[in-house]
């Protein structure tokens, strides 16, 4: 089993490109990454600064709303090198959900 490189998912092992009209203009978007025409899988990332050499070449499709100083904080930890970019040490996110109905009314507005 290859944990972690975006290689299957529930709909099978890649889907049709989609593209949603959104642009990875600021830190927070949540976008899914493929690997190449027609490969949208399941690996996703969460942008950190803007990044529009990604736009129409992965799916942008959400917003962080709370949490971004946690991504920052994992942002910060070492890496192994230059070309690896794996943490020295484990990260593990022990809580997450999703948002209430009347954040997402806020978000829309």
């Known amino acids: 089993e290859r944990v972690g490189e975006g290689i299957a998912s529930i709909y099978g092992s890649s889907l049709k490109d989609e593209y949603l009209g959104g642009r990875h203009m600021h830190p927070g978007q949540v976008c899914m ?4 025409p027609n490969t949208s899988g399941c690996q996703f990332y969460v942008t950190m600064d803007e990044t529009p050499w990604l736009d129409r070449d992965h799916v942008m499709f959400g917003q962080v709303v709370h949490g971004m100083e946690v991504l920052q904080k994992i942002e910060k930890v070492e890496v192994c090198d230059e070309e690896d ?3 020295r040490r484990d990260v593990v996110v ?3 959900g999703q948002c209430t109905r009347e954040e997402k009314v806020k978000i829309k507005s």
């Open 94 to 96: 022990l809580r997450s």
């Open 85 to 87: 970019h794996r943490p």
């Open 33 to 36: 990454a493929n690997n190449g």
